[in-house]
C-alpha cells in the first residue's frame, strides 16, 4: 500500500508528537479540514515496518503506532486466535473466592448477585447468575433501580437482601469503594461477601472475604484492563472447573464482549481476545433476546464493535436509563422465544424515548454552556450543565456528546430526591478520577475510571465542584499531557497518506485483520488526497449526513451532511474503512477539504 509523504494543502513543517501509546512519531500537519481540526498526518519513514513479519510494510506501521513492535508480539495481534487465557491468580483473592463459592453450594446457601444498571454491570450479573445456577446454587440477581435505588451498594437494599435469606453477596460492577456498606454486609446483615469490581479502588480496600479486580493486577498484565463482564466471564469459569463441570469457553462469550466494548475498557491483552471470539459468539447467539435486537438493526453487515456500541448496548442501557435494569438482565437471561422478544421490543421503545430526550437534553445544554463562554467565546476547560431540566436516565450521553463536540470533559447532572447526581465524559488525556479526588470532602459519593466517572453531592456545591474540577483539569494540562491538549486543540491523527487507488481487496483484508477496533486500538485513519467525486447527497433525517459515490468506492460521513453544497469534482478525504448495511467495505468520513490538492 503506497504512501505519500508530500506537502498538501495547509501544511506546517514536520514535528515531532507521541503517537498514541507515547512513542515518538514525525507528523506534518493541515488546518483546511472542514470540521476544523487540525490533521496529524504521520510521516511513513518514521515508523518502519517490523522485521521478519509476513505482512506488507504497512502493516507493520500501523502495529508500531499501536504500540507493537515485534514479531511475536505481531503474530499474536493478527492472530487472535492463538492467544493463551492467562493466569488468573494476579487478580486479588481469587482461590479465596472460588472456595466460597463452592462452600455455597455445599451448604445449600442463596447467593445474592449486586449488579449494576449499565451493560457492563448487566452482563456482568447475567454471567454470574447463570454461571451459579448451573452448579446448583440458588443465584439471586439483583439490579439497583435509577432514582430508587442509585449508583452503588445501598444498605436498605442489603437488609432486604438478608431478610429475604441470601448468605452470601456477590458484587458486579460496584463494591470496590463501599467500605461501609461492605461492613455492613458483613457485621449487621450477617453475609459473606464477595466484591468483582474493575472500578479504581480508594486508598483502603473493603473488608470483603475476597475481592477479585484487575486493579491488583501489574500494570500492563493480560488481565489488568478487563471489564466487570470479562471478570464475571473468568470468574464463570473457575467456579465450573471447580465444582467439575466445566462449560464450553465459549459460553457467555456473547456476554463478555459486550460489556467490554460497552465499557470502553483497551481492546488489550485479554479483552482483544474476548471481543474477538465473543463477536463470533454474537453472530451465533441462541439468546433469542439478543438474536431480536440484532434483528431490528436491520442490517446485513457481519457484527463488529460498532454493532455493540450502536445497536445492542444503548438498548440495554435504556432499561437502567428510563425504567428498570432488570428489564435488560430478563432479556439476556430469557430462553422463551416469545416472551425474550415481548422485553426486546420494550428495549426498543425505550431506545426511541431515550433518543427524544437526549435530543431536547442537548438543546438545553448548550443553551447554558453558550452562558458559560468568556468574552473571547472560549468554553471552560471542564463543562458543567445540568438541573431538573435534564432527565436523570440520559446524563451520561449529554456528558458523552459534550465532551466529543467541545473535546473537553464534560459532565451533566440532575436532581433526583434532593441531591445532584451526576455523569462524566472525558476527553483524552483529561482524568476524571484525579478531579473527583481533588474534591472528595464536596462530594457524597463518587467514583469510575479515567474516562468516564459519575457522582452525588448537594445541589449548593456544585459551583464550587465545578470551580475545583476546573483547577484539576489545568494542572493536568500544565503537567504537559499531551494527550490532554491534543484532545483541548481538536486534532484528528492520521496513520498514513494514501491514494485511494491502492485500496485494493488485498489492502482491506489487511486493514480487517488488525480487528476488533474500539479503546486501545483505534480503526487505522488515512488521508486520501484528490479523490473523484461521481455523485453527492445528503441522507438521514433533514440531511444530517454526507453520502460520497467515489470513484469505485462509497463513503458515508456522519454528521457532515452540510458539506454537501461545498463539494466540488474532488475532495480531500480522512476517512477509515467500515462495512456498510449490506456487509460491503465502504469508506467512512471523518473529516474533508473541499479545496482539493493534487499532492
Request: charged share 25%.
Amino acid at each position: 500500500m503506497p504512501v505519500s509523504s508530500s506537502s498538501v494543502g495547509k501544511a506546517e513543517p514536520s514535528r515531532s508528537t507521541p503517537s498514541r501509546t507515547g512513542a515518538l512519531f514525525v507528523v506534518r500537519e493541515r488546518t483546511d479540514g472542514w470540521l476544523g481540526r487540525t490533521w496529524r498526518i504521520a510521516e511513513p519513514h518514521d515508523a518502519p515496518p517490523i522485521e521478519g513479519l509476513d505482512a506488507p510494510s504497512f502493516v507493520g506501521r500501523l502495529l508500531r503506532r499501536r504500540g507493537v513492535d515485534t514479531v511475536p508480539a505481531a503474530q499474536e495481534f493478527l492472530n487472535p486466535d492463538w492467544y493463551q487465557p492467562a493466569d488468573a491468580s494476579v487478580l486479588g483473592q481469587w482461590d479465596e473466592a472460588i472456595e466460597r463459592v463452592a462452600l455455597a453450594a455445599q451448604r445449600g446457601e442463596a447467593v445474592a448477585i449486586y449488579g449494576d444498571y449499565d451493560v457492563d454491570g448487566i452482563t456482568g450479573t447475567a454471567i454470574l447468575t447463570e454461571a451459579l445456577r448451573d452448579v446448583g446454587i440458588d443465584a439471586r440477581p439483583f439490579i439497583p433501580h435509577r432514582e430508587r435505588e442509585g449508583y452503588g451498594i445501598q444498605d436498605a437494599a442489603l437488609a432486604q437482601l438478608a431478610s429475604d435469606g441470601a448468605q452470601v453477596l456477590i458484587t458486579a460492577d460496584c463494591g470496590i469503594t463501599a467500605l461501609n456498606e461492605i461492613a455492613a454486609a458483613r457485621e449487621q446483615h450477617g453475609m459473606d461477601v464477595i466484591v468483582l469490581d474493575h472500578h479504581e479502588p480508594a486508598d483502603a480496600l473493603p473488608g470483603a472475604n475476597a475481592i477479585v479486580t484487575p486493579k491488583l493486577a501489574p500494570s500492563g498484565h493480560p488481565l489488568s484492563e478487563l471489564s466487570t463482564g470479562g471478570l464475571a466471564y473468568r470468574f464463570a469459569h473457575a467456579v465450573a472447573e471447580r465444582m467439575r463441570t466445566p462449560a464450553d469457553q465459549r459460553r457467555w462469550l456473547d456476554l463478555a464482549a459486550m460489556s467490554t466494548v460497552a465499557d470502553v475498557v483497551p481492546l488489550r491483552g485479554e479483552n482483544r481476545w474476548i471481543v474477538h471470539q465473543g463477536l463470533r459468539a454474537l453472530q451465533a447467539t441462541e439468546r433469542p433476546g439478543l438474536r431480536s435486537l440484532l434483528q431490528s438493526g436491520r442490517s446485513r453487515a457481519p457484527i463488529d464493535t460498532e454493532t455493540i456500541g450502536f445497536q445492542l448496548a444503548p438498548r440495554i442501557n435504556a432499561a437502567g436509563r428510563l425504567d428498570d435494569a432488570s428489564l435488560a438482565l430478563d432479556m439476556l437471561m430469557e430462553r422463551d422465544r416469545d416472551a425474550a422478544r415481548e422485553l426486546a421490543g420494550r428495549l426498543n421503545q425505550l431506545n426511541d424515548q431515550r433518543r427524544r430526550l437526549t435530543d431536547e437534553a442537548m438543546k438545553e445544554a448548550q443553551s447554558q454552556i453558550e452562558r458559560q463562554l468568556d468574552p473571547a467565546g472560549q468554553a471552560p476547560l471542564v463543562l458543567f450543565v445540568g438541573g431538573e431540566e435534564l432527565h436523570h436516565g440520559i446524563v451520561g450521553i449529554v456528558a458523552g456528546r459534550l465532551a466529543d463536540q467541545w473535546s473537553r470533559p464534560a459532565f451533566a447532572w440532575s436532581l433526583v430526591d434532593g441531591e445532584a447526581r451526576a455523569s462524566g465524559r472525558s476527553a483524552a488525556g483529561f482524568d476524571l478520577v484525579r478531579m473527583l479526588d481533588g474534591a472528595r470532602e464536596l462530594l457524597i459519593r463518587g467514583g469510575g475510571h479515567t474516562m468516564a466517572a459519575g457522582f452525588s453531592a448537594l445541589p449548593q456545591h456544585m459551583g464550587a465542584l465545578m470551580a475545583r474540577f476546573n483547577e484539576s483539569a489545568q494542572s493536568q494540562l500544565d503537567a504537559g499531557d499531551a494527550g490532554a491538549w491534543a484532545a483541548l486543540e481538536g486534532r484528528t491523527d492520521i496513520d498514513a497518506q494514501v491514494p485511494l487507488t491502492a485500496l485494493t481487496p488485498g489492502i482491506v483484508h489487511w486493514i480487517e485483520r488488525l480487528a476488533p477496533f474500539g479503546e486501545g486500538n483505534p480503526a487505522p485513519v488515512f488521508l486520501s488526497n484528490g479523490v473523484d467525486v461521481r455523485g453527492v447527497k445528503t441522507v438521514g433525517q433533514d440531511g444530517a449526513h454526507l453520502r460520497l459515490d467515489l470513484d469505485g468506492w462509497s463513503a458515508i460521513g456522519w454528521r457532515l451532511g452540510k458539506a454537501a453544497a461545498a463539494v466540488q469534482s474532488q475532495v480531500d478525504l480522512v476517512w477509515r474503512l467500515r462495512r456498510g448495511l449490506r456487509g460491503r467495505p465502504e469508506l467512512e468520513i471523518l473529516d474533508l477539504s473541499v479545496s482539493s490538492s493534487d499532492g
